[in-house]
């Protein structure tokens, strides 16, 4: 009880226009969705922080949410790829020279030495002790003291010719730990005894010196050129850097570094770029909302549900990159149901305000799943289709085929998209699971939908075209109360939906409204049917015994009776302003000229017998009115000839514009014109003329005579 109290209080402040029509509070309406679009997206934007160490256990499966350069992997690459360089030298011919020079010099200052009579042993060593190679031994030294001249000579051609051929080809340093070998094969082929073969192998390997000289900036360029030759190693976007409850090591730590997501502290100025996108966007969407034609103003309670249907499919896409920081695929963004959001404000509202929110939220969902297009293409492409798709509902049905529809678009989406990937990076498996995840998507986006849709229809007393269906079952408890208690006012009431379905389909209003706000619109007669014509079955007429003023009072009642009635039924508030208005402030002229008449002091006010209104305010509450006044005015004259008919039906449209009830509404002169070419071609069908039928009874008795 003391919820149905809570309920009825909520439901008053929300259809009271102090409220509705608040600037205030409309202002605060896109402050607050701004605010909250924020607050929701806003971790879905900034890249997930981990603070991992070496060794620990990861609680959750990482994955890339970009594609980058493995630091790492790409630095070992590029180093192993350096150590394969061999090591650049070059040849130098001065080395070979020298040692040339040395052996020469040392062999010509023997030969000197040995022909030189005057000096002694000691002398002759130290003299060719100074001009020998280091190295060279004094037992070497002895022994060629003791040569002749003519054997020295044939030393040194031999010890040339070993320097030359070992000199002139490569000799590394390494080569000369192998020195003594190299010389004794070059010794082979001479012909010499054992001390020149030791003398020859003394003073060639003394003389030795590698003649490859290391080259360090040609090696290193080599080295660079290697390591740009390596192609880095990349981390592709939805690689998992570290599965859940594995060991997190120095490579884990490296990537999640290389991919954003190793940081201490929170990126600020993405945040602060978000913020700005995020009043950008309200700003642009509260600039359209502003701007629409009057006929399309759009109430601080609709305003409320268009922003909770934003804070809907924020949480939504919020929901599926926590799916995906978590370790999910990024490919499960494909069953996110982004129609949803276009599907429920085109139902609630209309469907150019669906396609604008289109655009945002497949823009919200992009910018949260890295600023990937595809998923802008692909949200946008479903959320049109699926706005499209329900512009006219008939029945839920027409949900389940506009789930097939967004369906079938998505999968021809997630086809052209990866058609445009010249690499196709996708394997079959992930492109066949996109596929069938994009087939999915429309379906549950139209299950989403009819389960939300009741939602807000009870919550705000919506009126959308599936409540007006179910609104307009003759077994709805009101309309049956109506046939059985008022049935000639049952009748009217269907006339007067026909005739204003058919006016609103040519002026642009809801026909839908029409019809069903005209079968509720009289259920207040219910109290005291036998007071109005239509449901009197005798010619007793009721009126005729009381005064004037009591027939107005009962009259006029039935306007806030069935108002009262529909308010306990929960009818919503569109129903009950057709019921408020559907008389307006018109005069009750039958019964204020009986008072007239019955008046002898003159006192009687025309303004005595006026309904208590108010006057219409929307297209289908004006067009109502003019149509209860029609159906009643042709149904009571005698003979509804078209051209009869269209004087009456003019004359209650000028009656009504004199009379100042369509001033608060924005019908215009041209869509009453229109209008009366729809009344005439519905009146026709009913009131059509008919043929006379003889009397059956007269005829049988002729043929019996």
Same mark, same amino acid.
């Given at each position: 009880?003391?919820?149905?109290?809570?309920?009825r209080?909520?439901r008053?402040f929300?259809d009271?226009?102090?409220?509705r029509e608040?600037?205030?509070?409309?202002i605060?309406?896109?402050?607050?969705l701004?605010?909250l679009? $924020?607050?929701?997206l806003?971790?879905?934007?900034?890249?997930?922080?981990?603070?991992?160490t070496?060794g620990?256990?990861?609680?959750v499966?990482?994955?890339?949410?970009i594609?980058?350069?493995?630091t790492a992997?790409?630095?070992a690459?590029?180093?192993?790829?350096e150590e394969k360089?061999?090591?650049?030298?070059?040849?130098?011919?001065?080395v070979?020279?020298?040692?040339?020079?040395?052996?020469d010099?040392?062999?010509s200052?023997?030969v000197q030495?040995?022909?030189?009579k005057t000096?002694n042993?000691t002398?002759k060593?130290?003299?060719?002790?100074a001009?020998?190679p280091?190295g060279?031994s004094q037992s070497?030294?002895?022994?060629?003291l003791?040569?002749t001249p003519?054997q020295?000579n044939?030393?040194q051609?031999d010890?040339?010719r070993i320097?030359q051929d070992l000199?002139?080809?490569p /000799?590394?340093?390494e080569s000369?730990?192998q020195?003594?070998?190299?010389?004794d094969?070059?010794?082979?082929t001479?012909?010499l005894?054992?001390?020149?073969?030791?003398?020859?192998?003394?003073?060639v390997?003394?003389v +030795?010196?590698p003649?490859m000289?290391?080259?360090?900036?040609?090696?290193q360029?080599a080295k660079?050129?290697?390591?740009a030759?390596?192609p880095p190693v990349?981390?592709?976007?939805g690689d998992?850097?570290?599965?859940?409850?594995g060991?997190v090591?120095?490579?884990?730590?490296s990537k999640?570094r290389?991919?954003?997501?190793?940081?201490?502290?929170?990126?600020?100025g993405?945040a602060?770029?978000f913020?700005?996108?995020i009043a950008?966007?309200?700003g642009?969407l509260a600039a359209?909302?502003?701007?629409r034609?009057?006929?399309?103003k759009?109430?601080n309670l609709?305003l409320s549900i $268009?922003g909770?249907v934003?804070?809907?499919m924020s949480?939504?896409i919020?929901f599926t990159?926590?799916?995906?920081?978590a370790?999910g695929?990024?490919?499960s963004?494909?069953?996110l149901p982004v129609?949803l959001g276009?599907m429920?404000?085109?139902?609630?509202?209309?469907?150019?305000l669906a396609?604008?929110a289109?655009?945002?939220f497949? /823009?919200?969902?992009?910018?949260?799943?890295?600023?990937?297009?595809?998923?802008?293409?692909?949200?946008?492409?479903g959320?049109?289709?699926?706005?499209?798709s329900v512009?006219?509902?008939t029945s839920?049905?027409t949900?389940m085929?506009?789930g097939f529809f967004?369906s079938l678009?998505?999968?021809?989406a997630v086809?052209?998209?990866? +058609?445009l990937h010249?690499?196709?990076?996708?394997?079959?498996?992930s492109f066949?699971?996109?596929?069938g995840?994009?087939a999915?998507?429309?379906?549950?986006?139209?299950?989403?939908?009819m389960g939300?849709?009741p939602? /807000?229809?009870?919550? /705000?007393?919506l009126?959308?075209?599936?409540?007006l +269906?179910?609104l307009?079952?003759?077994?709805?408890?009101l309309l049956?109360?109506?046939?059985m208690?008022a049935p000639g006012?049952?009748h009217?009431?269907?006339?007067?939906g026909?005739?204003a379905?058919?006016a609103a389909?040519i002026v642009?209003a809801?026909?839908?409204?029409?019809r069903?706000g005209a079968?509720?619109h009289d259920v207040?007669?219910?109290?005291r049917?036998?007071?109005f014509?239509?449901?009197?079955m005798?010619?007793?007429?009721?009126?005729?015994?009381?005064?004037?003023s009591l027939?107005?009072?009962?009259i006029?009642s039935?306007?806030s009776?069935?108002?009262e009635m529909?308010?306990?039924?929960?009818?919503?508030?569109?129903i009950q302003?057709?019921?408020?208005t559907?008389h307006g402030?018109t005069?009750?002229?039958y019964?204020?000229n009986?008072a007239?008449e019955?008046?002898?002091?003159?006192?009687?006010k025309?303004?005595?017998f006026?309904?208590p209104?108010?006057?219409?305010?929307?297209?289908?509450?004006?067009?109502?009115m003019?149509c209860d006044?029609?159906?009643?005015a042709?149904?009571s004259m005698a003979r509804p000839?078209?051209?009869?008919?269209e004087?009456v039906i003019?004359?209650?449209?000028?009656?009504r514009l004199q009379?100042?009830?369509l001033?608060?509404c924005?019908l215009t002169?041209?869509d009453?014109?229109?209008m009366i070419?729809?009344f005439m071609k519905?009146?026709?069908g009913?009131?059509h003329?008919?043929?006379?039928?003889?009397d059956?009874?007269?005829l049988?008795?002729e043929?019996?005579?």
């Amino acid at each position: 009880m003391v919820f149905a109290r809570w309920g009825r209080t909520i439901r008053e402040f929300l259809d009271d226009a102090r409220f509705r029509e608040n600037r205030r509070v409309r202002i605060t309406i896109y402050i607050l969705l701004g605010i909250l679009m $924020f607050a929701i997206l806003v971790g879905s934007i900034l890249p997930p922080r981990y603070q991992f160490t070496v060794g620990q256990t990861s609680p959750v499966t990482v994955r890339s949410p970009i594609t980058t350069v493995d630091t790492a992997a790409t630095q070992a690459a590029r180093q192993a790829a350096e150590e394969k360089v061999p090591k650049q030298y070059e040849q130098s011919t001065k080395v070979e020279s020298d040692a040339v020079n040395q052996v020469d010099a040392l062999y010509s200052t023997a030969v000197q030495v040995i022909s030189d009579k005057t000096m002694n042993t000691t002398q002759k060593l130290e003299t060719l002790a100074a001009t020998a190679p280091k190295g060279v031994s004094q037992s070497t030294l002895r022994a060629l003291l003791n040569l002749t001249p003519a054997q020295i000579n044939t030393l040194q051609r031999d010890s040339d010719r070993i320097v030359q051929d070992l000199l002139g080809a490569p /000799f590394y340093a390494e080569s000369m730990q192998q020195a003594p070998l190299l010389v004794d094969r070059q010794m082979l082929t001479l012909e010499l005894d054992k001390v020149s073969e030791l003398i020859v192998q003394n003073v060639v390997v003394s003389v +030795l010196k590698p003649n490859m000289v290391y080259q360090a900036a040609e090696t290193q360029r080599a080295k660079d050129q290697a390591a740009a030759a390596v192609p880095p190693v990349m981390i592709h976007q939805g690689d998992v850097i570290v599965s859940r409850y594995g060991i997190v090591t120095a490579n884990v730590l490296s990537k999640l570094r290389d991919v954003g997501l190793y940081s201490s502290r929170a990126n600020l100025g993405v945040a602060v770029g978000f913020a700005a996108f995020i009043a950008l966007a309200v700003g642009l969407l509260a600039a359209y909302v502003e701007r629409r034609a009057p006929r399309r103003k759009v109430d601080n309670l609709m305003l409320s549900i $268009f922003g909770l249907v934003f804070v809907l499919m924020s949480i939504l896409i919020a929901f599926t990159k926590w799916i995906v920081n978590a370790g999910g695929p990024v490919s499960s963004a494909y069953i996110l149901p982004v129609s949803l959001g276009a599907m429920l404000i085109t139902v609630m509202m209309d469907s150019s305000l669906a396609v604008v929110a289109s655009f945002y939220f497949s /823009f919200l969902l992009g910018a949260a799943l890295s600023f990937n297009y595809d998923f802008v293409f692909y949200g946008f492409v479903g959320s049109l289709v699926g706005a499209y798709s329900v512009s006219k509902v008939t029945s839920r049905g027409t949900f389940m085929r506009a789930g097939f529809f967004v369906s079938l678009m998505n999968v021809g989406a997630v086809i052209s998209l990866h +058609l445009l990937h010249a690499d196709h990076t996708d394997d079959f498996h992930s492109f066949s699971l996109h596929i069938g995840l994009a087939a999915l998507n429309g379906i549950v986006a139209a299950i989403l939908a009819m389960g939300v849709l009741p939602f /807000f229809e009870t919550a /705000f007393g919506l009126l959308t075209p599936i409540r007006l +269906l179910e609104l307009s079952n003759p077994n709805n408890p009101l309309l049956r109360k109506v046939l059985m208690e008022a049935p000639g006012t049952y009748h009217h009431s269907l006339i007067v939906g026909n005739l204003a379905e058919a006016a609103a389909e040519i002026v642009g209003a809801d026909p839908l409204l029409c019809r069903v706000g005209a079968y509720y619109h009289d259920v207040g007669k219910t109290k005291r049917p036998m007071f109005f014509v239509e449901n009197q079955m005798t010619k007793e007429n009721p009126h005729d015994k009381i005064a004037p003023s009591l027939s107005h009072l009962i009259i006029t009642s039935h306007v806030s009776d069935g108002l009262e009635m529909q308010k306990r039924a929960g009818l919503p508030k569109p129903i009950q302003d057709v019921c408020a208005t559907h008389h307006g402030t018109t005069i009750l002229w039958y019964f204020f000229n009986k008072a007239k008449e019955q008046d002898k002091n003159g006192t009687t006010k025309v303004d005595d017998f006026r309904y208590p209104g108010p006057k219409p305010k929307t297209r289908e509450c004006a067009i109502i009115m003019i149509c209860d006044a029609v159906e009643a005015a042709v149904r009571s004259m005698a003979r509804p000839t078209p051209n009869r008919v269209e004087g009456v039906i003019r004359k209650i449209i000028r009656d009504r514009l004199q009379d100042g009830q369509l001033d608060e509404c924005d019908l215009t002169l041209q869509d009453l014109d229109v209008m009366i070419g729809a009344f005439m071609k519905t009146l026709k069908g009913i009131y059509h003329s008919r043929i006379e039928y003889p009397d059956i009874d007269k005829l049988r008795k002729e043929v019996a005579k």
